[in-house]
């Protein structure tokens, strides 16, 4: 210590021995010379959960007095070997954790696969409105689940299937006039489809191609956005309570994935009907001309007359913006002249007092 070193002095020995082997590493920094000495106690969180009984015992049968150094080898590996179970459990918490973290990882691939898709490629009709689009995916589906055709017509919801299809495509079935009484549940799906398919050309038609790609393309991504972070958000309450199923003698693990899997496939078919139904239900707003719109603001201005702030509203016109001056019909009293009733008094003792 005379010659310049340092001496390293530990209040308790660290989970990990990489951090101890830091601080004595500091010690000898360059050829410096330097020492290390660390205290501990039975009762510090390392000795008590991982070594505090063996140790007191293997202390005991040393003879070890209390504020004696221990240079037993024997007591040193035992500690060595509590920091390494503290090291193997928090190695074994990682990569629990890393294993969680491996679920969502695959998800965010995939989503992130598909807005690259959509950054990198302006035409989008193919994959939305195509004949193996999302479109017709999505109205197969529905046509499956409600009009299924292993079921007898009996059994088929004519209602509900022309509610979604309303919903989702903006058309009537009953102002289309189609037949669900002659006609399969195929032949359904392919006249609504053609329907579809001649609508969605329409508005193309008016909004123009150009614009209507850059439509598809913004709206997808923001539908993309917003249910890729309410996922997150449920992926997270997932992850908490998950635990809970060990009281069940399942694993948790394979519970978050299936169960993480299972609100990645219902986002998916969010995005995709939210999708559907937003680019089908687009309304084409035409704007007004210029000199049509100046002409009808300047029609307002003049029909609309507004008056000083102390004064009420009037009439318009131009006499309600003229102020009228107020003529007094008697002289002014003052203050200390004799009230005008004839009580005697002052004016600021009788009527000037109110």
Not at 157 to 186: M, P, T, W
């Amino acid at each position: 210590m005379a010659r310049g070193g340092l001496h390293i002095l530990g209040t308790e020995r660290h989970e990990s021995r990489r951090i101890d082997n830091q601080l004595r590493g500091r010690a000898g920094r360059q050829g410096d010379p330097g020492s290390s000495r660390f205290f501990l106690s039975l009762e510090d969180d390392l000795m008590r959960i991982f070594a505090g009984d063996k140790v007191k015992a293997l202390m005991q049968r040393l003879g070890m007095e209390k504020g004696v150094a221990i240079e037993s080898k024997m007591v040193s590996k035992r500690i060595a070997a509590a920091q390494k179970s503290v090291e193997g459990r928090n190695f074994e918490t990682r990569k629990h954790l890393l294993e969680y973290d491996d679920v969502m990882n695959k998800q965010r691939e995939t989503i992130y696969g598909l807005r690259r898709q959509l950054m990198e490629e302006p035409d989008q009709r193919e994959y939305l409105v195509g004949e193996t689009g999302v479109a017709r995916d999505l109205l197969a589906d529905l046509t499956k689940q409600y009009l299924n055709p292993a079921l007898s017509e009996d059994e088929w919801d004519f209602d509900n299937y022309k509610v979604q299809v309303h919903s989702i495509y903006g058309i009537d079935c009953d102002a289309e006039r189609i037949d669900f009484a002659r006609l399969s549940s195929e032949e359904v799906e392919d006249l609504i489809w053609e329907k579809l398919k001649a609508k969605y050309a329409d508005k193309e038609k008016q909004i123009g191609e150009e614009a209507m790609r850059t439509y598809e393309r913004i709206i997808m991504l923001n539908i993309i956005d917003a249910q890729w972070k309410d996922h997150l958000l449920a992926l997270d309450h997932l992850k908490q309570g998950i635990g809970l199923v060990g009281y069940g003698q399942k694993d948790p693990l394979v519970e978050y994935k299936k169960e993480s899997f299972d609100l990645f496939q219902a986002m998916l078919d969010r995005i995709d009907t939210t999708t559907i139904r937003s680019l089908f239900n687009l309304q084409v707003v035409s704007e007004q001309a210029p000199d049509e719109f100046q002409r009808r603001r300047a029609a307002r201005r003049s029909s609309l007359n507004f008056t000083g702030p102390n004064q009420g509203a009037a009439a318009g016109g131009e006499e309600a913006g003229k102020v009228k001056t107020v003529v007094r019909s008697q002289p002014k009293v003052g203050r200390n002249d004799p009230c005008p009733c004839g009580s005697g008094k002052k004016y600021k003792k009788c009527h000037g007092a109110i």
